[in-house]
Nanobody, 122 residues
């Protein structure tokens, strides 16, 4: 059974940095696509960044140049490095994985983690 477990969330001030991790387990073949999503109170969930098994990476315009997605295939762990976060980055962050398709803007991920809260204060 595929499991995704996020960690590393917490409170950070603008100008600081934070790294989220997502430990993945329960699968034999690596996912075709993994990604980070977020949902702020009262708002819809939005994509933050994705990384494909082919090495392709996509970012939301709002985080380009500030966030970096990466993965360690040996540790089966996905990361999101957040540099100089802003208060508007405050949200619950979710890790997601899909084993059927490469990353695309319309991909519906099959597996999700439970989320990690990130709170950014000015």
């Amino acid at each position: 059974q595929v499991q995704l477990v996020e960690s590393g969330g917490g409170s950070v001030q603008t100008g600081g940095s934070l790294r989220l991790s997502c430990a993945a387990s329960g699968y034999t073949y690596r996912p075709y696509c993994m990604g980070w999503f977020r949902q702020a109170p009262g708002k819809e969930r939005e994509g933050v960044a994705t990384i494909g098994s082919d090495g392709s990476i996509m970012y939301a315009d709002s985080v380009k140049g500030r966030f970096t997605i990466s993965k360690d295939n040996v540790k089966n762990t996905l990361y999101l490095q957040m540099i100089s976060p802003k208060p508007e980055d405050t949200a619950m962050y979710y890790c997601a994985a899909d084993f059927g398709q490469l990353c695309s803007s319309g991909l519906k991920f099959g597996y999700w983690g439970q989320g990690a809260q990130v709170t950014v204060s000015s």
